[in-house]
């Protein structure tokens, strides 16, 4: 079974930052593109920032320049500094990775999310 747990989300004034983190745990033989999401209130869920093995990166337009995705690929854990941190910021935030596992002799190849974690940017 493979996890995706995140963490570091929280409450922060506008013009802050936070730090999140999602590590990859269970049954792993390996990671490919990781990446974050986020679902503000009312709103559709979208692509904060994606990076892949290499690592290339992509960013939503709305966080360039504010947020940096990074990895750790020995720990299977993926992180997005988001600095200048703005109200519009405010959503819960997921993690997804695309993840090869070996389960019963197989090798299986699937997409996993994590349970999501509120960032909330007010004064």
């Known amino acids: 079974q493979v996890q995706l747990m995140e963490s570091g989300g929280g409450l922060v004034q506008p013009g802050g930052s936070l730090r999140l983190s999602c590590a990859a745990s269970g049954s792993i033989f390996s990671v490919n593109v990781m990446g974050w999401y986020r679902r503000a209130p009312g709103k559709q869920r979208e692509l904060v920032a994606r990076?892949?093995?290499?690592?290339?990166?992509n960013y939503a337009d709305s966080v360039k320049g504010r947020f940096t995705i990074s990895r750790d690929n020995a720990k299977n854990t993926v992180y997005l500094q988001m600095n200048s941190l703005k109200p519009e910021d405010t959503a819960v935030y997921y993690c997804?990775?695309?993840?090869?596992?070996?389960?019963?002799?197989?090798?299986?190849?699937?997409?996993?999310w994590g349970q999501g974690t509120q960032v909330t940017v007010s004064s």
């Open positions: 997804n990775a695309d993840i090869r596992s070996f389960r019963a002799g197989h090798f299986i190849d699937d997409n996993y």
């Open positions: 990076i892949t093995t290499g690592p290339r990166t």
